[in-house]
Structures are given as structure tokens and as C-alpha cells.
């Protein structure tokens, strides 16, 4: 690891935890700038997955306020995540790596378009009030499984899918389901991250610098998304993720 590929690793995890906190895509920057420094595809994503792990740690410490006394209802929904870690972080081992090579722009194109074409958070909460009041439907479990299990296996845009379904589903404003978010996706991540570290082949090198990046992002995160117009930022976040689909998939389909 040079000198110039530890620095762009940083700038990589201030980037992700920046647009984690706006959009959830903190995977569309980190996983490029591994690829950047020469590792391969499924090197790249195990060690991102290890490295995004402090990012989770940052964002539910400071949703504090939020999580409190919920967490009776958070049992299912952990449950689930700690399933669906489990389940995609197996998959992702299995997987011959010329397959998830393969399968790694369309997952990229398709996080990329739920962020374009997602809707406002605050209409998804209306409408998840309006079906649901406060009592949590009872697939909800079930898609927090799912969703957990493709962040176990790759994670790009695992953070929206939940948002959204805990908008949905719950009925909550966005910080709460925002929190909500961030205990799950947490869990999954770690979850995975650990049989990634016994199994697994971590670049440890990698994952400090983007590690303490991520952690930078992640504090500086939520000061940015109090300002910032988050509607253009996500649309313009999921067209750069278009664009890098695009890019992986002439390299990988030539």
C-alpha cells in the first residue's frame, strides 16, 4: 500500500460516510477506490465490508435519542438482520468470483435507480402512518431478512432499501426510522464482517485508512444532510452510481 493509494483510501471513507448519511450509498465510493488500489472484486468487497463497520458504530451511537425505549421492537428486525448478514456473507464466500464480478454491476445499476427513483422520505412515512399506525406489520421482519441478506453479500444501497421499508412499514418520521436503519444495517454489517475476518481474505492495510475515513464521514455526515438539498444530492449520487455500473460492466462483460 503506497503512500498515495493510504490517502486516496481516506478521502474514499470520508466520501462513503458522507454519502452513506445522505443517501446510503457509502459502498458506491469505498468499493471503487479499493478496486482503484489493485485488489480484486471479492477481496474489495470483504474488506469494505470490515471497513464500513465503524461507520455503523458512529451512526447508532449518535442516534441515542431515537432508540430509546424501542427495544422490544427492534428484537425482530436485529433478529432479521443478524439472519440476513449471515446468510449473504455465506453466498458472497460460495460464489466463484468470475459470477460476482459479473453480478456486481447490476447490483451497483440496481442500488443506483431505488435512489434516482426513490421516493421522499416524508411521503413514505405518510403513507407507512396511514396503513400501519404505530403497530409494525408483520412482514416487516421478513424484509429486513432480505434486505440484510444482499448487505451481506455486497451492501451498495442496503441503507435506502431499509429506510424506505421502515418508512413503510412502522410508520415513524425519518430520524426514527433513520435510527432504526442504522441499528440493522449495523448489525448485518458486523455480522458479516466477522465471517469475513475468520474466513475470508481482509486486506487489513485497506481497512484502517478507509476505516478512520469512514468514521471522519460518518461525524461529518449528518451536519451536511441538515443543509444540503437531499433530493439533488441522492439523484446525483445514483447517476454517478449509473455511470460507475456502466464502467464495471464493459470490464466485465468484454
Sequence with gaps: MTVLEWALLVLAGVGAGLSGSIAGL????SYPALLATGLPPVTA????????VLTSVGSVSASRPELSGQGRRLLPLVAGGVLGGAAGAGLLLVTPAEAFERLVPVLIGAAALAIVLQRPPR?????????HGRR?????????????????????????????????GTGEGLPRSNAFKNVVLGVANAVAAVGFVVLAPVVWSAVLPL?????????????????????????????????????LALDAYR
Design 136 to 168: 409494525d406489520p408483520w412482514w416487516l421482519a421478513a424484509g429486513t431478512a432480505l434486505v440484510a441478506v444482499y448487505g451481506g453479500y455486497f451492501g451498495a444501497a442496503a441503507g435506502v432499501l431499509l429506510l424506505a421499508l421502515f418508512l413503510l
Design 45 to 52: 468487497n470483504v474488506t469494505n465490508t470490515v471497513a464500513l
Design 211 to 247: 476505516a478512520l475515513g469512514c468514521l471522519a464521514g460518518g461525524r461529518l455526515g449528518p451536519r451536511v444532510v441538515r443543509r444540503a438539498p437531499q433530493a439533488l444530492l441522492r439523484r446525483l449520487i445514483g447517476l454517478a452510481g449509473l455511470g460507475l455500473a456502466v464502467v
Design 123 to 131: 411521503e413514505l412515512a405518510a403513507e407507512g402512518a396511514r396503513r
Design 26 to 29: 457509502a459502498s458506491l465510493v
